[in-house]
């Protein structure tokens, strides 16, 4: 358990940018206040995973394709639910971020939660149903109640514990650590390119409101296509974006390393 005043430790990697002539990878050492620093588990959804949805080749939802699926899990378990049990461990606050779908179905999800708003009136649109058209070609008919997604939930070996926090909206989110004085998150989960950088709660809405926003490299995957997949492009080019623009990515290792020097 962490001492008052303690100090996680962290060896960062950034990619610099400038000057644009000269670039490349930079390290730095982070030291960051234990007591304001979160953990944070983003859309670990539990398709295809033990007592989760079936992966349906009917539907492309989730992580997408077979192989994404089998890899999300395997860094759930050896990542992220490590990570996890390391900050717990050393008393740093963890967290998770879900979708407003798997929220709905946990009450411990709604703590401050925004108020439900009626929706902005919308313009007629200029081609009618081809949007849905699109949404179909991509993900399968009617995905959204017929497929997984409509059925997933929490991935059991990363499911929060009582006092956790849980949320899946930004400003519900940030008033929930402002409560509890965090300034520093971490952050694991899926999809690097997607969710992780641009869903509710993720990287490019918490930036902005001044939070310190970090990576563990190798607790995140893209939505890797299946040619895409044994190079990772969307993977590599998600956390180069992030390493760009955002802050600093590290490793399970050293985040675990730097936990252990608290307890």
């Known amino acids: 358990m962490k001492q008052a005043g303690a100090t996680l430790r962290l060896p960062g990697r950034y990619y610099r940018t400038l000057p644009i002539d000269d670039t490349g990878y ?4 982070l030291e960051l206040a234990a007591e304001k620093t979160a953990f944070v588990a983003m859309h670990c959804w539990d398709i295809g995973c033990e007592g ?6 009917q539907y492309c939802v989730g992580m997408g394709f077979p192989e994404n699926f089998a890899e999300a899990e395997r860094i759930m378990v050896e990542v992220i639910r490590p990570a996890m049990d390391a900050a717990r461990a050393a008393g740093i606050a963890v967290c998770h971020i879900e979708s407003d779908t798997i929220a709905a179905k946990h009450p411990e999800a709604q703590d401050d939660a925004d108020a439900a708003t009626e929706p902005v009136a919308q313009p007629p649109e200029v081609v009618p149903g081809w949007r849905q058209s699109m949404l179909h070609r991509a993900h399968g008919p009617d995905y959204d109640t017929l497929s997984p997604y409509a059925r997933m939930d929490r991935a059991k070996v990363v499911s929060p514990l009582p006092g956790e926090i849980y949320a899946y909206q930004t400003g519900q989110f940030d008033r929930l650590l402002r409560r509890r004085g965090i300034e520093n998150l971490i952050y694991t989960g899926f999809a690097t390119d997607m969710c992780v950088l641009n869903a509710g709660g993720g990287i490019a809405h918490m930036a902005p409101l001044g939070y310190r926003v ?7 995957l893209g939505v890797e296509l299946p040619d895409t997949f044994d190079e990772r492009i969307a993977t590599r ?9 955002y802050g600093d990515t590290i490793t399970l290792a050293e985040f675990v390393n730097a936990c252990e020097e608290l307890s």
């Open 214 to 220: 970090f990576l563990i490299r190798d607790g995140t």
């Open 26 to 29: 930079e390290t730095e050492m």
């Open 52 to 57: 989760g949805p079936d992966v349906d080749p």
């Open 237 to 245: 080019w998600a956390i180069r974006y992030f390493e760009c623009h």
